[in-house]
Each structure stands twice: as C-alpha cells, then as structure tokens.
C-alpha cells in the first residue's frame, strides 16, 4: 500500500551541491508531478510529466531539471543548489489528465531541503 | 493568469462548526478541490466538486460552490481536535493539466 514514495525524506546541501530527489509511485499512474511547498505560498509546481517520455515547466522551473525514468519514477535535479531552493519538495501522481478529467492528485510525505 | 485565494488561519473550538472559504479566478475551472495537510505529511484528497454543481456532502464534509462569485466553501460539521491541520484549495485548469492551489487555511481547534 505504497502509494507515492519520496527520498530522502531530509536533506541539508551546501550553496552549489548538487542533489536528486527521487519519486517513485505504484498506482500505474500516467502523470507524475514535482511541487515545492513554502510558507504562506501554497504549492507551486515545478515540473511536471503528462505521461512517460515527456515533461514540461510548471510555474518555478529555473534551477531544476526532471527525468521521466519509466512511468513508475520521476526524479528532480538540483544541479547547483541556492538558498532559495531551500523548500519542503513534493511529488505527487495522478491518473487523470486533459481538460475535463478529474485530476485526483496523490502526494508522497515530502523531502525538507536545506541549503546553507 | 489563475489565482487561488484563502485567509491563512481559522480558529475553532470543538464540537463547533468550521467554515473554510476561498476564491478563485479562473472561470474555465472544471473540478474544485479540498486537500488537508496533517504535519510533517504530504497533501491527501478530502473531497472535490465539478464545476457544474452547486453542493456536494460527504459525511461531516459540506462543499459549496458559488460559480458566479468564483467562492467555494469547506464547511466541517463537528469540529474535532483530529481536524487541525492545513486545508488546502486547489482548483484544475481549464487549460490542461495544471492544478493551482492556495497558500493554505490552517485550522486550530481547541479542545
């Protein structure tokens, strides 16, 4: 009864470290997303993969990059980590997807991320 | 471009009723969406309404959509020290695939 799985669950990384968060859902969901949650702010997302062998920009893309490894896992990249990437990161799978369909979206617990 | 608006805390004592609200902007919205977030976890689905509905009840749940004010409520009846949490409202785009959410609506509840 896995669900959405997110490692790590925290991390601490030094200004320009580099990092992967990885995600991995067993519900054969086709829509895999990547948000970052900050006080005050709500949920933005940052990337997301409509289907298997593709993904596009969210709303924050800068500073991160994404593979759409196969449709179970879907990872983030911080390639140069700043302190404003310092967030409590979410990924979240969903089996809807087009315009009229019900997008019931399921969340892994979340990745703290800390960059000093 | 869309926006999701709600206040940022509500408190309540238990056995009382909480009343969530938020605003939204984008017309063209097809599903509205109530997440609760419990700490140190990730977002889970309380309940959703179509847009062409006006109430949806479920158990102690009460959804209201107000689609020429753009207002959707969470109404929980009961109150109960098990509710505190952040209540998210989310809403999908009519252009696609992305779901917008607000900044959240923490509810206290004091015993």
């Known amino acids: 009864n896995a669900g959405v799985t997110q490692t790590p669950k925290f991390q601490v990384l030094k200004t320009g470290q580099s990092m992967t968060l990885q995600c991995a859902q067993d519900m054969n969901h086709n829509s895999m997303y990547w948000y970052r949650q900050d006080p005050g702010m709500g949920l933005r997302l940052i990337y997301y993969s409509a289907s298997e062998g593709t993904t596009d920009k969210g709303e924050v893309p800068n500073g991160y990059n994404v593979s759409r490894l196969n449709k179970r896992e879907f990872s983030l990249r911080l390639e140069s980590a700043a302190p404003s990437q310092t967030s409590v990161y979410f990924c979240?799978?969903?089996?809807?997807?087009?315009?009229?369909?019900?997008?019931?979206?399921?969340f892994g617990s979340g990745t703290q991320l800390s960059v000093l | 471009g869309e926006d999701v608006e709600q206040s940022l805390f509500l408190s309540v004592r238990e056995g009382d009723s909480s009343v969530i609200n938020c605003t939204y902007t984008d017309s063209s919205s097809t599903y509205l969406y109530w997440y609760k977030q419990e700490p140190g976890a990730g977002l889970q689905l309380l309940t959703y309404?179509?847009?062409?509905?006006d109430m949806k009840q479920d158990q102690r749940l009460t959804v209201l959509l107000n689609k020429k004010d753009k207002h959707l409520s969470l109404r929980i009846a009961d109150t109960q020290t098990g509710d505190s949490a952040i209540y998210f409202c989310a809403e999908k785009s009519g252009g696609g695939f992305k779901t917008i959410f607000g900044a959240g609506t923490r509810l206290f509840v004091k015993a």
């Open positions: 309404i179509f847009s062409n509905m």
């Open positions: 979240a799978s969903s089996d809807g997807s087009g315009v009229l369909r019900n997008e019931k979206l399921f």
